[in-house]
């Protein structure tokens, strides 16, 4: 059984609340055992500037440290054993997170994090995660089944087809399902055609048989210096680039490669998989709407999570913004696939091209963002989460209302009003 926890720190010797409990998903002051943490306001402890231990050193050091030191009130056994570092990140507030994740003789337990954060002054705040108390030492770690053909029953299981735009990728993890601890791969198979994908399969590492496996396509919902003009007639200002071509002439292409630390915005056509290309700065013809607005709009949200987050892109490295548009036959939806934006046409009543609605691209850029960063497991409670911080970002970036998607609805709809709402 996983546990959640929430440690605040605080300034006595004591460092944690001495009934804290780790079933509970936030610790309770000493006269108020079993109940969550309900100081006035219900503000937790760290944000009224109670303060633990400065850090001295490195990070992950001091972390892990302070983490044996309160080995018993949060129940991970040798930490120094079985958390192994993932990354340390610093946020616009000045704020240090360090990151862990557990492991078994080395190998990561899927779903488990502990992550133990400092102030901008480098003083230990607070320790929040979960974590599987029953993966342990006694799990057998050897293999009995080969990468490769967990990567084949991978394929199987999810009905792929033969040939993918990605090679699969797998990697061994533990895999905490129905009150077992398994030993397996767990495999990404990504593909479009008609039925696209971005599945994740967990295939058992001694028989070799599908465990569990989900579709992590992150749908806006399952119903939903050239100048150019985009589907809606807007006059669009885009970034694309030029090439003298021996036999062609000259050639611009909607790839925008003039972002310094960006590997570039790139907009395809889902129907040849190629670039878009035109022998004209001006993107006037209508089969050209859809790809014109989706490459604006893919530079407007870059430039949001640049200037307002101080973020390079989805993976705040600078990963290439990938757009395919003319996804589908009356494709009433668009989507992330854990790599690219693909946005249908609409049916031309019910919905117009998806890439023309701001929030709808701000939507499933975020899920690109939420992909790199907390990487919100596409199912459950934290499939709910990744849907909702990717509908109030596509609200605040396309800030004129809170609704989303209400730009691509087709005359069919509009006595259905808006989309959804990021209310």
């Given at each position: 059984m996983?546990?959640?926890?929430?440690?605040p720190?605080l300034l006595?010797?004591?460092?944690?609340?001495?009934?804290f409990s780790?079933?509970?998903?936030?610790?309770?002051?000493p006269?108020?055992?079993?109940k969550p943490?309900?100081e006035t306001?219900?503000?937790?402890?760290?944000?009224?500037?109670?303060?633990?231990?400065?850090q001295v050193?490195?990070?992950?050091?001091h972390?892990l440290?302070?983490?044996?030191?309160?080995?018993?009130?949060i129940?991970?056994?040798?930490?120094?054993?079985?958390?192994?570092?993932?990354n340390?990140?610093?946020?616009?507030?000045?704020m240090?997170?360090?990151?862990?994740?557990q492991?078994v003789?080395?190998i990561?337990?899927?779903?488990?994090?502990?992550?133990?954060?400092y102030?901008?002054?480098d003083?230990?705040?607070?320790?929040?995660?979960?974590?599987?108390?029953?993966?342990?030492?006694?799990?057998d770690?050897?293999?009995?089944?080969?990468?490769?053909?967990?990567?084949?029953?991978?394929?199987k299981?999810?009905?792929a087809?033969?040939?993918l735009?990605?090679?699969?990728?797998a990697?061994?993890?533990?895999?905490?399902?129905?009150?077992t601890n398994h030993?397996?791969?767990?495999v990404?198979?990504?593909?479009?055609g008609?039925?696209p994908?971005?599945w994740?399969?967990?295939?058992?590492?001694?028989?070799?048989?599908?465990i569990?496996?989900?579709?992590?396509?992150?749908?806006?919902?399952?119903?939903?210096?050239?100048?150019?003009t985009?589907?809606?007639?807007?006059?669009?200002?885009i970034?694309?680039?030029?090439?003298?071509?021996?036999?062609?002439?000259?050639?611009?292409?909607?790839?925008?490669?003039s972002?310094?630390?960006?590997?570039?915005?790139?907009t395809?056509d889902?129907?040849d998989?190629?670039?878009?290309s035109n022998?004209?700065?001006?993107?006037?013809d209508e089969?050209?709407?859809a790809?014109?607005d989706?490459h604006?709009?893919s530079?407007?949200?870059?430039?949001?999570?640049?200037e307002?987050h101080?973020?390079?892109?989805?993976?705040?490295?600078?990963?290439?913004?990938?757009?395919y548009?003319h996804?589908?036959?009356?494709?009433?939806?668009?989507?992330?696939?854990?790599?690219?934006?693909?946005?249908?046409?609409?049916?031309?009543?019910?919905?117009?091209?998806?890439?023309?609605?701001?929030?709808?691209?701000a939507?499933?850029?975020?899920?690109g963002?939420?992909?790199?960063?907390?990487?919100?497991q596409?199912?459950f409670?934290?499939?709910?989460?990744?849907e909702?911080?990717?509908?109030?970002?596509?609200?605040?970036?396309?800030?004129?209302d809170w609704?989303?998607g209400?730009?691509?609805m087709?005359?069919?709809?509009k006595?259905?009003a808006?989309?959804?709402?990021a209310?």
């Amino acid at each position: 059984m996983k546990k959640n926890y929430f440690v605040p720190v605080l300034l006595s010797s004591a460092l944690v609340l001495s009934s804290f409990s780790a079933a509970n998903a936030l610790a309770a002051p000493p006269d108020q055992p079993g109940k969550p943490w309900n100081e006035t306001g219900s503000v937790p402890v760290f944000v009224k500037e109670k303060f633990g231990e400065k850090q001295v050193g490195n990070a992950a050091a001091h972390a892990l440290d302070y983490l044996k030191k309160i080995e018993k009130q949060i129940g991970v056994a040798n930490p120094d054993k079985n958390l192994k570092v993932k990354n340390i990140q610093k946020d616009s507030l000045g704020m240090k997170h360090v990151r862990f994740n557990q492991t078994v003789k080395g190998i990561p337990v899927e779903g488990s994090e502990v992550v133990v954060h400092y102030n901008k002054q480098d003083e230990l705040v607070s320790v929040n995660g979960s974590h599987i108390p029953e993966a342990t030492e006694e799990i057998d770690t050897s293999a009995a089944v080969s990468e490769a053909a967990a990567v084949e029953a991978a394929k199987k299981a999810v009905n792929a087809p033969a040939q993918l735009e990605e090679t699969p990728l797998a990697d061994l993890v533990i895999y905490p399902f129905e009150g077992t601890n398994h030993l397996a791969y767990k495999v990404n198979v990504n593909f479009l055609g008609e039925k696209p994908g971005n599945w994740f399969a967990f295939i058992d590492a001694k028989s070799g048989e599908t465990i569990d496996q989900y579709n992590a396509l992150m749908h806006v919902d399952n119903h939903h210096e050239s100048v150019g003009t985009g589907v809606l007639g807007a006059q669009r200002k885009i970034h694309t680039t030029r090439t003298q071509l021996p036999s062609q002439g000259t050639i611009f292409s909607l790839s925008d490669t003039s972002h310094a630390g960006l590997q570039g915005i790139f907009t395809y056509d889902a129907n040849d998989g190629k670039i878009f290309s035109n022998n004209s700065a001006s993107w006037k013809d209508e089969y050209q709407h859809a790809a014109v607005d989706a490459h604006y709009n893919s530079e407007v949200v870059y430039d949001y999570y640049l200037e307002e987050h101080g973020r390079n892109s989805l993976d705040d490295k600078g990963m290439a913004i990938v757009s395919y548009v003319h996804y589908g036959d009356n494709y009433n939806n668009a989507f992330w696939n854990g790599r690219q934006m693909t946005y249908g046409d609409g049916d031309g009543s019910y919905m117009v091209p998806l890439s023309a609605g701001l929030d709808v691209a701000a939507h499933e850029m975020t899920h690109g963002v939420i992909t790199n960063s907390a990487n919100l497991q596409y199912r459950f409670q934290s499939g709910a989460l990744n849907e909702s911080f990717a509908d109030i970002f596509g609200a605040l970036i396309d800030s004129e209302d809170w609704e989303v998607g209400e730009d691509i609805m087709g005359p069919g709809a509009k006595a259905d009003a808006v989309y959804r709402s990021a209310v």
